[in-house]
């Protein structure tokens, strides 16, 4: 789910890598830009209203942050339903995570699956991670360790770090694919680059457990994976 600090990050990289907007979303975004959320509230309902499923994702995430508003879980319910209904990838991530957690819904896996699935389809990388995590634990799907490998490795290949970390757990356990610490200790290096602490931690007990060779041999795989940006690393 994003969270408020999460909004701006939102606006300025997925959106505008791809679309050009106008009118009351991009001054709701401006606003968002300058902290004024009142004044994003009134232009993102004015094109929400009419629609644009840009501004219904953004309204929904106001709603769902209590920025500029009331927080309301239900009303960002609404909200990203309407935009999830036009294919918006984000607002279908958005309603698995609200099914997930039982947030203005009732709590409901299978139905979370669901939404990630649609998202994650379109290349979502978190929808993915998420939908990895539920086939990892068996949560609104019946248990299935190779798929959450599959979903796993399609975020993780995105640069997704709690993808790889998770990656990195089923390679050490050996759940859905071939136990190996050097590809486990790579994926746990790769999502410590972010700051991701469970990695860290994961990546030194590993450690503890390797010869400096494979140690190494681990290290060098990582450096390799990230100048590929994270493509073809298995």
Same mark, same amino acid.
């Given at each position: 789910?994003?969270?408020?600090?999460?909004?701006?990050?939102?606006?300025?990289?997925?959106?505008? #890598? #791809?679309?050009?907007?106008?009118?009351?979303?991009?001054?709701?975004?401006? *606003? &968002?830009?300058? =902290?004024?959320?009142?004044?994003?509230?009134? =232009?993102?309902?004015?094109?929400?209203?009419?629609?644009?499923?840009?501004?219904?994702?953004?309204?929904?995430?106001?709603?769902?942050?209590? *920025?500029?508003?009331?927080?309301?879980?239900?009303?960002?319910?609404?909200?990203?339903?309407?935009?999830? /209904?036009?294919?918006?990838?984000?607002?279908?991530?958005?309603?698995?995570?609200?099914?997930?957690?039982?947030?203005?819904? &009732?709590?409901?896996?299978?139905?979370?699956?669901?939404?990630? =699935?649609? @998202? /994650?389809?379109?290349?979502? @990388?978190?929808?993915?991670?998420?939908?990895? $995590?539920?086939?990892?634990?068996?949560?609104?799907?019946?248990?299935?360790?190779?798929?959450?490998?599959?979903?796993?490795?399609?975020?993780?290949?995105?640069?997704?770090?709690?993808?790889?970390?998770?990656? !990195?757990?089923? $390679? !050490?356990?050996?759940?859905?694919?071939?136990?190996? $610490?050097?590809?486990?200790?790579?994926?746990?290096?790769?999502?410590? &680059?972010?700051?991701?602490?469970?990695?860290?931690?994961?990546?030194?007990?590993?450690?503890?457990?390797?010869?400096?060779?494979?140690?190494?041999?681990?290290?060098?795989?990582?450096?390799?994976?990230?100048?590929?940006?994270?493509?073809?690393?298995?």
């Amino acid at each position: 789910m994003f969270k408020l600090k999460n909004i701006i990050l939102f606006i300025f990289v997925i959106v505008f #890598s #791809s679309v050009i907007l106008a009118g009351d979303v991009e001054d709701g975004d401006a *606003a &968002v830009g300058r =902290k004024d959320y009142p004044t994003a509230i009134i =232009k993102y309902r004015n094109a929400a209203e009419k629609n644009n499923a840009d501004a219904q994702i953004r309204l929904g995430m106001m709603y769902d942050e209590g *920025a500029g508003v009331k927080q309301d879980y239900a009303e960002a319910v609404r909200w990203y339903k309407l935009a999830a /209904a036009q294919g918006n990838a984000a607002a279908q991530f958005n309603l698995g995570h609200v099914y997930n957690n039982g947030q203005g819904v &009732v709590q409901d896996y299978a139905e979370a699956v669901r939404w990630y =699935k649609l @998202a /994650a389809t379109q290349g979502y @990388a978190s929808a993915q991670s998420d939908l990895g $995590y539920m086939y990892n634990k068996g949560q609104g799907v019946v248990q299935d360790y190779a798929e959450a490998v599959r979903w796993y490795k399609l975020a993780a290949a995105q640069g997704n770090a709690i993808a790889q970390d998770n990656l !990195g757990v089923m $390679y !050490g356990n050996g759940q859905g694919i071939v136990q190996d $610490y050097t590809r486990a200790h790579m994926w746990w290096n790769l999502a410590a &680059v972010t700051g991701n602490a469970t990695a860290v931690k994961n990546r030194d007990i590993i450690a503890k457990q390797m010869t400096p060779q494979q140690i190494a041999e681990a290290q060098k795989l990582a450096r390799e994976c990230q100048a590929r940006n994270f493509k073809n690393c298995d």
